[in-house]
């Protein structure tokens, strides 16, 4: 609680202790009177105050100059009808005051957790100098540097690790709760806590670039992007609070009048209390209140998990969530080329992987580095002489005085090699020994090892269709598509097709729900862009993807679809159930007040207990965990 809740209560207990003694003890007179006055005062006067400089700024019309207007009313007709009795009025302001101090303990809550979750800004970034340490601000380290992390630091900058070895706290980027271990080689994003070992981390983007900077930009701009419920809600309360002002002001006034030319007594008493109770009931708290912070909630709890989301209208939108398309290579499948088979093989395997490594060892290509690690030991370059790269066809060179020629089978054929052909999905490399066969090598691109169960729990929770768009060779799509369950695929395609693609399925789509792609590379970043919602691989994802989305996964795991999906849903579950729960109680207690039923007891419920239970269930969209 902090220092203006605990003045807030402070405040509370000495009205409800100056009421209480007026009740219990029966105080009446003057001394009475004074003590009403200043329990009165004592928790009304932020709301007099407030009240006073909306009429002063032209800002009339809010809870403020309601619950003034009731209450102040309330002590004019007890003036008026003599009664000394001000318990009605100091109650109404009393429990309208801890319906606020409860609010503001649940927003505050929200935004602890959510404050918690995003305190990953690093203070400092270590530089090694003349063999000391010394912190330098983040900001001042150029791509390319080499940084210090100890034990117990955040990791500054996106980086890879070139010295030592240690596990990561990723809780507050990925959700995970299990640390994840890092060697020399790996790649590390800023924002987690090194746990164990020191490492040295060459960055290969400035701080501004970061993960952790991008995290914080898109959390601490969400809020600007309102969804249609809480641009709704705010359209209302404009329209709304005018309305009951003057439907109370009618219900004081015309029934009076209208009594005493019928040659009756006018009862004005009876009527100004009812437009005074009206006003109570009326107050929109519960909506203007509960709305936002249902979504602030929801972005919060979504983040918590490792899914930033721009917005609460793509957290909206995303409920309604119909088609997901998928690019395949790094969002489906790890974008990682690794041996999967060898097939036809005239001597062991082992050896004909050692070859192929050493007569690919001079290029750069992802297939040359796959046989590489593969191999799995230091290239032994003085082993390898006249090295012939082929054009679209493959390598020929000399390893240990023998001619070991590497390539597709084009190569084969013009070598006049007699190969065997494979149907296994992926790229096959034949390997010929001075001119015979010596088998071949299956490379393919591996799936990550949640993709087919993330394809099976979209099709669970009501996802209509599953799409994979790739600029793979048909082939090699079909039998991805099938291995991981996905309804439709798309092969050989290029940027520009993918949009045209999704233009396509957005057409499908209509107005019956929509559409979510989902993509890692720079290439998808116009395809991102035309979804009606897209998702970026935040992890390893570039910058021009991460970019482009409205939805950030922050580990790269394609379950955190569904997650998403299932948080967005209850989230804006939890809206409807406020507004319906308001509108409803508002709009009841209304017509009893207008009729004499509900007095400003009643009133009080329908104003402060409404927004209290409102809040209450605004604040289970923070809790998403097990869904």
């Not at 109650?91 to 602890?112: H, T």
């Not at 309102?226 to 309360?237: L, T």
């Amino acid at each position: 609680m902090n220092r203006k809740q605990k003045k807030m209560l402070i405040r509370i207990v000495i009205a409800a202790v100056l009421l209480a003694a007026v009740k219990l003890f029966k105080i009446g007179g003057w001394a009475g009177t004074a003590l009403y006055a200043a329990s009165y005062i004592t928790i009304g006067y932020d709301i007099l105050r407030k009240a006073f400089r909306g009429i002063i700024n032209h800002q009339v019309f809010d809870e403020n100059f309601l619950m003034a207007v009731a209450t102040v009313g309330a002590i004019a007709l007890a003036i008026y009808e003599k009664t000394g009795d001000f318990a009605e009025a100091v109650s109404v302001m009393l429990f309208y005051q801890i319906g606020e101090l409860f609010q503001s303990y649940a927003v505050g809550k929200s935004r602890r957790n959510i404050a918690a979750l995003m305190d990953i800004r690093p203070d400092y970034a270590n530089i090694e100098r003349d063999g000391r340490l010394e912190q330098v601000d983040p900001d001042q380290i150029p791509a390319g540097s080499v940084i210090v992390v100890q034990p117990g630091e955040k990791v500054p900058i996106d980086g890879q690790v070139i010295e030592g070895a240690s596990s990561l706290d990723t809780a507050a980027l990925t959700g995970e709760s299990q640390p994840r271990d890092v060697k020399d080689g790996d790649d590390i994003i800023s924002g987690c806590i090194n746990l164990t070992g020191v490492l040295k981390v060459r960055t290969t983007k400035a701080f501004g670039e970061s993960t952790v900077s991008k995290i914080l930009e898109l959390m601490e701009n969400s809020s600007s992007h309102k969804s249609r419920s809480e641009n709704f809600i705010s359209r209302f309360a404009r329209a709304y609070t005018p309305a009951v002002c003057c439907s109370a002001l009618a219900l004081a006034i015309l029934p009076p009048v209208i009594n005493l030319m019928m040659g009756m007594p006018g009862g004005w008493e009876i009527w100004v209390y009812r437009a005074l109770t009206f006003l109570v009931i009326s107050c929109p708290c519960a909506l203007v209140i509960s709305i936002p912070l249902s979504f602030f909630a929801g972005l919060g709890g979504a983040g918590k998990e490792g899914v930033l989301i721009k917005g609460s209208n793509y957290l909206e939108a995303l409920s309604q969530t119909s088609i997901v398309v998928f690019d395949k290579t790094g969002t489906l499948t790890r974008g990682v080329f690794e041996v999967s088979g060898i097939h036809h093989n005239t001597i062991p395997e082992e050896k004909l992987i050692e070859l192929a490594a050493l007569a690919e060892c001079a290029s750069s290509h992802p297939i040359s580095k796959s046989l590489q690690r593969a191999y799995g030991r230091e290239i032994e370059r003085d082993r390898v002489t006249g090295i012939q790269e082929i054009s679209g066809s493959g390598v020929i060179a000399r390893v240990d005085g023998a001619e070991v020629a590497a390539g597709n089978g084009k190569l084969m054929k013009r070598l006049g090699v007699d190969y065997m052909d494979c149907h296994s999905s992926g790229t096959i490399i034949h390997i010929a020994i001075d001119g015979k066969y010596a088998g071949h090598v299956v490379i393919s691109d591996v799936e990550k090892p949640t993709s087919r169960a993330a394809i099976a729990e979209l099709k669970k929770i009501g996802v209509k269709k599953t799409v994979m768009l790739t600029g793979d060779m048909g082939r090699v799509a079909e039998h991805m598509a099938k291995k991981l369950g996905v309804d439709q695929y798309r092969s050989d395609l290029l940027p520009a097709d993918k949009v045209a693609e999704v233009e396509k399925l957005l057409a499908e789509t209509g107005r019956k729900g929509k559409l979510a792609f989902v993509g890692d590379g720079i290439n998808d970043a116009p395809v991102l862009s035309r979804a009606d919602i897209g998702i970026a691989m935040g992890a390893m994802g570039s910058d021009a993807a991460i970019e482009a989305a409205d939805i950030v996964l922050m580990d790269d795991d394609p379950m955190k679809i569904s997650k998403a999906i299932k948080i967005s849903r209850k989230c804006i579950g939890i809206v409807y159930q406020n507004i319906a729960f308001a509108l409803g109680v508002k709009a009841l207690c209304l017509i009893l007040g207008a009729l004499g039923i509900a007095n400003m007891w009643a009133a009080i419920f329908a104003d402060v207990g409404v927004m209290v239970l409102a809040v209450l269930n605004a604040i289970r969209a923070l809790y998403v965990h097990k869904l």
